[in-house]
């Protein structure tokens, strides 16, 4: 397939990039610094702080940096231990409760917001990280297809679901893109990918189009009981009303395991396109061309990337697609996108510019991205690639630039999918010019969009099973039309001078714009929200009105946002699985 022979012109410093130099540069990456913890000290190596008092004996204690996706929440050591099995993380809940101390779960890392710890949290705090990677990710097959089931421990990987799943001859519809985040950090924030069904393609048994909390059949959590006046491990069948609050809790309480629904695997197609100029593909409804809504009919399954400053978004659709097609290339792989995992000198030079404070650069930066990433396709055979879907479906690994993103997801019908789109492109493009015209450059990363469906329960082939109460795609039960989500993200270095200001202007004008009989919007849980005039996460309009009636709208007394808090503050009366801004957020 083509990409077409225009693309635009960067330069930084006096050097431009040509797609030739960029080919030939992509067999010498700079090296990328791999995301590894900071350091871990045992408690007799550790010359700060008190080791915690009448701590549990038997239990592997240390202390250990922290340090999240962006590298904008960064803690150089806290009190850390690896729980062999759920029973100890029990006995860890009953030791915090009576200590006064806090458990917050250390999985990947891979968050924005800081629902786990915040910002500036000291070493000394009295909070124990529990790390359920080292020894909580077992995994078992406990139902055959057509409906499979897998029982799998919150600490397991993604990357390592996926390919246990696919060994059995099962899958899922959607995964996110990163394979390297924990089942348990995935479930708590309602992770997504990205898809529907093409126009007249049927449902598997055993898939869904929302996140993935809508696959829990079970799930299995340390919560308190009234009667023993201990914490204890509860499982939860999905068709009992309280599992709803547990399904994607925010990190407000500690789950130890799940069962999760899979379907039969499936081979997909991807293919790239980076030729459709942005005027045409985020057009107008009723445009017609190659839009955004006409791949979403044909395919289902798309993700738009369009760096800034840049005419063409880099565009991935997959389909269903179970014999390989002629062009396509075969991959029996995930991460196949690899000049975008390894950076170029090239790209790591003018981000080295946009970092250290040169605005004006981050036209050059955007520009060098597209080309960077056009050539890199055409370079490793990557713009059609076909094979089991977890290969198609990972594709971003820790060596990828780090950046900070917001993140929010509107629920719309699917006929209105083009008019989101277009309002948002609208806005963004006026809002960069204008800062540009002051001479700031607030976003010098790309714009992400993905569509998906909502968490219908039914998905999931359990009778009485209701929806993640707190899942950001819930239907809306007053607006049945509204069958899609619209997930839209901007991503720009942390720190970046003004970011804060334009994402709160973009995120008043988008709860505003997005509201009524159209459409409505709420924030993705693991990503930035709540612009305050400072900082993201404060702004009390979006933590106290906006945040809490996306989901009282429309929803009974025994699902609400309301119900939920209480619910979670039932599993844990004396707040150990919380944190500063969860008390913010959901208070008691």
């Known amino acids: 397939m083509s990409q077409g022979n225009s693309e635009p012109a960067a330069s930084g410093r006096g050097r431009s990039v040509s797609r030739r130099g960029v080919i030939k540069g992509l067999g010498s990456f700079a090296a990328a610094a791999a995301w590894a913890p900071l350091f871990r000290l045992t408690p007799a190596e550790a010359a700060a702080g008190t080791p915690p008092a009448a701590f549990p004996a038997g239990f592997d204690l240390y202390r250990q940096g922290f340090e999240n996706w962006a590298g904008d929440i960064r803690v150089d050591a806290l009190w850390t231990c690896s729980p062999r099995d759920p029973q100890e993380v029990v006995t860890l809940a009953n030791w915090a409760k009576a200590q006064g101390w806090r458990l917050r779960p250390r999985g990947s890392m891979h968050n924005w917001s800081p629902l786990a710890l915040e910002p500036g949290t000291s070493s000394d705090a009295r909070i124990l990280m529990v790390d359920t990677t080292a020894h909580l990710a077992d995994m078992q097959m406990v139902a055959p297809l057509p409906e499979a089931a897998v029982r799998v421990q919150a600490g397991a990987m993604l990357e390592d679901l996926l ?95 799940v069962v999760l629904r899979a379907g039969a695997n499936t081979n997909l197609r991807c293919v790239s396109y980076m030729n459709i100029p942005a005027s045409e593909m985020f057009a107008a409804p009723g445009s017609g061309g190659r839009t955004i809504a006409s791949f979403v009919q044909q395919a289902g399954r ?7 400053f840049t005419s063409n978004p880099w565009l991935k659709v997959w389909s269903v697609s179970p014999a390989k097609p002629l062009l396509s290339r075969k991959v029996t792989r995930p991460y196949n996108y690899v000049f975008a995992d390894a950076i170029p000198r090239v790209v790591s030079d003018l981000a ?53 993103a917001n993140g929010y997801a509107i629920l719309t ?33 790309p714009v992400e969009i993905r569509i998906t469906g909502l968490d219908h329960p039914e998905h999931v082939g359990i009778p009485g099973a209701e929806a993640p109460a707190l899942s950001a795609v819930r239907p809306r039960p007053d607006h049945p039309e509204w069958d899609v989500a619209i997930w839209l993200d901007l991503l720009t270095f942390p720190g970046t001078p003004h970011a804060n200001e334009f994402f709160r202007e973009f995120e008043l004008w988008a709860f505003q714009n997005y509201s009524g009989s159209y459409a409505t919007m709420r924030v993705e849980w693991s990503k930035g ?32 946002w309301d119900w939920a808090l209480q619910k979670l503050d039932q599993f844990d009366p004396h707040r150990i699985f919380s944190s500063p801004m969860l008390d913010r957020l959901m208070p008691a």
């Open 413 to 445: 019908s699917r006929a209105n999918i083009q008019r989101v789109i277009h309002e948002f492109n609208q806005k963004y493009q006026a809002m960069m010019q204008a800062y540009q015209a002051r001479g700031q450059y607030p976003v010098n990363g």
């Open 163 to 257: 390919g246990f799943l696919e060994t059995h001859g099962c899958g899922l519809a959607a995964s996110p893109a990163p394979g390297d985040i924990t089942i348990g950090g995935m479930l708590a924030i309602g992770c997504h990918g990205t898809g529907l069904p093409a126009l007249g393609e049927a449902r598997k048994p055993g898939h869904t189009f929302g996140t993935l909390s809508n696959l829990i059949v079970s799930i299995t959590a340390v919560v308190w009981d009234e009667g023993s006046a201990r914490y204890e491990l509860r499982t939860v069948p999905r068709s009992h009303p309280h599992c709803k609050a547990l399904m994607t809790h925010l990190g407000r309480s500690f789950v130890t395991e």
């Open 302 to 308: 798309i993700e738009a990337i369009q760096f800034p």
């Open 529 to 560: 929200w709540g612009y305050g005039t400072g900082a993201a996460w404060t702004d009390p309009l979006v933590l106290g009105q906006h945040i809490p009636q996306g989901f009282r709208a429309a929803a009974g007394p025994q699902e609400n």
């Open 352 to 404: 080295d510019q946009v970092l250290s404070g040169v605005g004006a650069a981050t036209p050059a930066f955007g520009a060098v991205e597209y080309t960077v990433s056009s050539a890199g396709l055409l370079a490793t055979l990557s713009q059609d690639i076909w094979g089991p879907s977890k290969n198609l479906m990972l594709y971003v690994k820790p060596t990828t630039l780090r950046v900070t």
